[in-house]
């Protein structure tokens, strides 16, 4: 997993809407990049419910919020639909960012040893710095863990 001070890769992969998205595209600003799992799971809804209900506090610090899953468009789509998210979501069917940032790892599920996207965040900073790293992070309070760093 990448750890505070290093540089953000520069990925580019498409949102929600069908556009490509660089994180490169940001630089100026903070940026807030979380990974979890999959759409419409428990967890995974949870904590992307926490950011769309903090999304006006990190809207108000001019933070961008960035969501990656594996996902595909059309399931982000129906997601964001469903949940009235706001901010961006991005799909990484490929693993581009989710291996670049080091979160596809092995996990235990259900008992059973297996590879899967580990729950994180990471805080860009405005020149692309990763500034803090948020691992195993609780979906319910992640969001409002940042806007209290933020």
């Known amino acids: 997993m990448?750890?505070?001070?290093?540089?953000?890769?520069q990925i580019t992969l498409e949102d929600k809407d069908g556009n490509l998205v660089s994180l490169s595209d940001f630089l100026g600003?903070?940026?807030?990049?979380?990974?979890?799992?999959?759409d419409n799971t428990p967890g995974c809804t949870r904590q992307?419910?926490?950011?769309?209900?903090?999304?006006n506090g990190f809207k108000e610090k001019d933070v961008v919020v960035i969501g990656i899953s594996k996902d595909s468009v059309a399931s982000h789509v129906k997601f964001a639909e469903k949940y009235n998210l706001p901010f961006i979501l991005l799909s990484d069917p490929e693993k581009k960012a989710i291996e670049a940032f080091g979160v596809w790892?092995?996990?235990?599920?259900y008992?059973?040893?297996?590879?899967?996207?580990?729950?994180a965040t990471f805080?860009?900073?405005e020149q692309g710095t990763i500034i803090k790293v948020m691992p195993k992070v609780k979906p319910d309070t992640n969001a409002q863990e940042i806007l209290a760093m933020l």
């Open 111 to 119: 008992g059973k040893l297996g590879f899967g996207v580990t729950r």
């Open 2 to 9: 990448l750890q505070e001070g290093m540089k953000a890769p």
């Open 48 to 55: 992307a419910c926490a950011f769309a209900a903090a999304y």
């Open 123 to 125: 805080i860009i900073d």
């Open 29 to 38: 600003k903070k940026v807030v990049v979380y990974f979890y799992p999959k």
């Open 105 to 109: 790892q092995e996990r235990k599920l």
